[in-house]
């Protein structure tokens, strides 16, 4: 198997020298990084690209979708805040790694994909891992997964046009969601917070997702 074992020197010296990048960016809570250093990166990339595994960068999967950059699922985290018994609703599954690393964080972990043969794969990286706070669900990320609701924190790894109104409703009191809001091609990383009083937004700042296919994103071409 080309995968190495967790614990491959140099899958170690190259995924703390990601952290170190990482830190350079601006994250500096030591629960996020600890769990940058428990998940390892190359165990949810397809072979051909694990190479790159390590790099602070977007990585191709298939099926159109990427990995996210770390640093930026680093200030996801980071800016959400997970709490140990938080119960967190993440939208684009994608590789799994985003998942797992909330899983470190998180009480329970609800992620749903709609490509189904990513969701398979993430599956099966993330068994391999042994997490037992972990659902996953193949469908339309747009409309949320209402059965488990509500949620503490909610992450969209994906650019909608607007922020799903079914996503909102499905926040706790005090909950947080992190969406890339804008076109097809260049978004704004946006905080929305559901107060005793009403909602709030927060611009984070610019970034580049994938679309946000569904319901309520953009429709397939």
Known sequence: ?????????????????????IQEKGIHKLEVLRAFDLVPRHLFLPESVQHRSYEDAAIPIGFGQTASQPSIQALYIQTLGIEPNDRVLEIGTGSGYQTALLAHLAGHVYSIERVRELSMRARTALDRMRFSNIALLVGDGTIGWSKYAPYDAILVAAGSPTVPQALVDQLAVNGRMLIPVGTRDEQVLTLVRRTPHGIETEAIGGCVFVPLLGRFGWPER
């Open 1 to 21: 198997m080309a995968v190495d074992t967790l614990n491959d020197s140099r899958w170690l010296r190259q995924r703390r020298a990601l952290i170190e990048a």
